[in-house]
């Protein structure tokens, strides 16, 4: 099956080049030639003015969390169908969002996996994803979509089981979620836990993410080898170094603690840290922000507005392009897929946006047109 599309204005390579009336030509779902053109030799045209970009990437997500819903953590100990059913909805929303593709980092029942294959056949329209299976959390942790082990052999235990099921990452919940009022970051999982799941990852060429806000925790990730941070709200120089010096990725996820919206949906004791916190939080992610790390960001399960993410990693001091990338550019780096650059031999997962995400704050927010492995799902 092949298309050709006209754009008047679109984001080219990896680089986001600004390029005027191009023809891109799709088979099979992949972009196999992005060339100048007129609209004549168009299957497709998009109205002059729209830009057309890689379709963006949650880099932090979970299907069967839904922070869109008042009093979506206690809704994780809903039954199986009523979680897989939330998913599903989660999924066709974020699609039509432009969000084309999605890194799940835990949820229960392997529903993320069920879900991944049945995209990948063809049997479910969504995004496309790589999913973590169980999280794994301490006995005495945090992580509401975590199991709790204790021990080096429950958490390799565990990993194995995940592997079993096919996931694409393993992931640990190692520290609270947000900094406590004592300023001291807890660490649920001992240096050894975290060895364990890196090397059983490591041994079947899966990648591993902690969530981890900062403290023992964050060095022990660091130093065993865990692939990406997520979070990182509560860093240090001395931790931002260390990260610089081992070349994790950090996965930001700013909105949890600057979206005002996102408070009345959380439980008291959360937003009293998140108000308490929150200047604190913005001084550090700035700092990080500033060292200029691996990166790639994610809006941590509030589907459908990753754009506002990009306006928050602004706002802590990163380029507007620079940002774009960590949805696009990065994230396809990340997932080792052929995503994320509007070039050829890239997947045909593309939006158009009403105006130029490189200049203008709020571009990305609801997407005209939306194409996920060529298929047009919105327009
Ligand atoms: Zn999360």
Redesign the pocket.
């Known amino acids: 099956m092949s298309s050709t599309l006209f754009t008047s204005k679109l984001l080219w390579g990896p680089e986001l080049e600004a390029r005027n009336n191009q023809i891109v030509e799709i088979a099979d779902g992949l972009i196999v030639s992005v060339r100048p053109g007129s609209q004549e030799e168009a299957d497709h045209i998009l109205p002059s003015g729209q830009v057309l970009m890689p379709g963006m990437v949650d880099c ?3 299907l069967a ?1 839904d922070a869109r819903l008042p009093g979506h953590l206690g809704l994780m100990e809903d039954s199986e169908a009523k979680q897989t059913i939330r998913a599903l909805k989660v999924l066709q929303d974020n699609l039509r969002a432009g969000i084309t593709g999605l890194r799940s ?2 949820d229960r029942y392997y529903l993320d996996v069920l879900l991944r294959d049945m995209i990948e056949q063809g049997s479910l329209e969504g995004p496309w994803l790589q999913v973590a299976g169980i ?1 794994m959390k301490g006995l005495h942790g945090h ?1 509401y ?1 975590g199991k709790s082990f204790s021990g080096k052999e429950e958490f390799r235990r565990q990993a194995r089981e995940n592997m079993f099921h096919k996931t694409d990452w393993l992931k640990i919940f190692i520290t609270a ?1 947000a900094p406590p009022a004592n300023g001291h970051v807890n660490c649920f999982l001992t240096r050894e836990e975290v060895r364990t799941v890196v090397e059983e990852a490591s041994s079947c060429g899966l990648k591993t993410s902690a ?1 981890c806000i900062g403290g023992q925790g964050l060095r022990y990730c660091t130093e065993e080898g865990i692939d990406v941070l ?2 990182c709200y509560w860093v240090t120089q001395e931790d931002i170094e260390l990260i610089i010096r081992h070349g994790t990725t950090v996965c930001f ?1 700013p909105g949890v603690f600057m979206d005002d919206t996102r408070l009345p949906l959380c439980p008291p004791s959360h937003v009293q840290s998140v108000l308490r916190t929150r200047d604190e939080v913005k001084r550090r992610l700035s700092a990080l922000v500033a060292a200029k790390p691996k990166f790639v960001i ?1 809006s ?2 509030y589907h459908t507005y990753l754009s506002k993410d990009i306006e928050y990693m602004v706002e802590l001091g990163m380029q507007r392009k620079e940002a774009l990338k960590g949805i696009t550019v990065y994230a396809g780096e990340l997932m080792g897929k052929n995503i994320g650059v509007l070039q050829e031999g890239y997947e045909a997962d593309l939006i158009a946006v009403s105006a130029n995400p490189l200049t203008e704050p709020g571009a990305l927010a609801d997407p005209a047109f939306v194409m996920r492995k060529g298929v047009v799902v919105r327009s």
């Open positions: 932090h997500s979970h969390l980092v835990g999280g992580g979509v979620g969530h997520d979070h996820t994610g941590d399960a």
